[in-house]
């Protein structure tokens, strides 16, 4: 049981460059979620999923769009990377709806962009 | 909009003494509390939640809080802190009917010295 994972770990990108972070999970969970860290700021929630299909906007969804294809992936896409966009990000899951389920946590992926 | 305040940005400690990290919120409806610890190069891992019940909440590795709703507040206490407690700890909270959004604090770095 991997719990959540992320790919890559690291990545460096040019300014105007796109990507795809990739968020696995293998709990079964319908809730995912992706977040962003930078420092001084804590976490902030740029987009989440429901279940497999759907996505919603949170904090901070300007420069990013998601899919969730399949109820296990959360995919997070940069389509022109900028400077703002550098930072930590973690992907997140919960088993349910109900608030306060525990959301457990990727290890997280760094990204810079230059 | 809700928000969450962590008082001190960086809490230097010698190890075995207590410490108390401290956390208010500001909301009009009722919450649910979370403390996240995050270890160095690594993601979130739940120390404790608060959803109902008794304001005294246990978590692991010794920590506990309180929940003080007359004072929106919910800090973070151990009784003797081991250098392996160094970390990044931050305080979070969902609104009831938020749909498991977690809204996060800044964050208070915990420095356990020899």
């Known amino acids: 049981n991997a719990g959540v994972t992320q790919t890559p770990k690291f990545r460096v990108l040019k300014t105007g460059q796109s990507m795809t972070l990739l968020c696995a999970q293998d709990m079964n969970h319908e809730y995912m979620y992706w977040y962003r860290q930078d420092p001084g700021m804590g976490l902030r929630l740029i987009h989440y999923?429901?279940?497999?299909?759907?996505?919603a906007k949170g904090e901070v969804p300007d420069g990013y769009n998601v899919s969730r294809l399949k109820k296990q992936n959360f995919l997070l896409g940069l389509e022109s990377a900028a400077p703002s966009q550098t930072s930590v990000y973690f992907c997140a899951s919960s088993y349910s709806s109900t608030s306060g389920s525990t959301q457990y946590f990727g290890p997280g992926t760094r990204l810079t962009v230059t | 909009a809700q928000s969450v305040t962590q008082l001190d940005s960086q809490v230097p400690v010698f190890e075995e003494a207590p410490v108390e990290l401290r956390c208010n919120y500001s909301?009009?409806?009722?919450?649910?509390l979370f403390w996240y610890v995050q270890y160095p190069n690594q993601g979130l891992q739940l120390l404790l939640k608060y959803l109902s019940g008794s304001t005294l909440v246990k978590g692991i590795n010794g920590f506990e809080a309180e929940f003080n709703k007359s004072q929106t507040s919910f800090h973070l206490r151990k009784p003797s802190v081991h250098i392996s407690d160094t970390a990044e700890y931050f305080c979070a909270v969902i609104p009831s009917g938020g749909y498991n959004k977690l809204i996060f604090g800044a964050g208070t770095r915990l420095a356990v010295h020899p």
């Open positions: 909301s009009s409806v009722s919450v649910y």
């Open positions: 999923s429901v279940g497999e299909g759907t996505t």
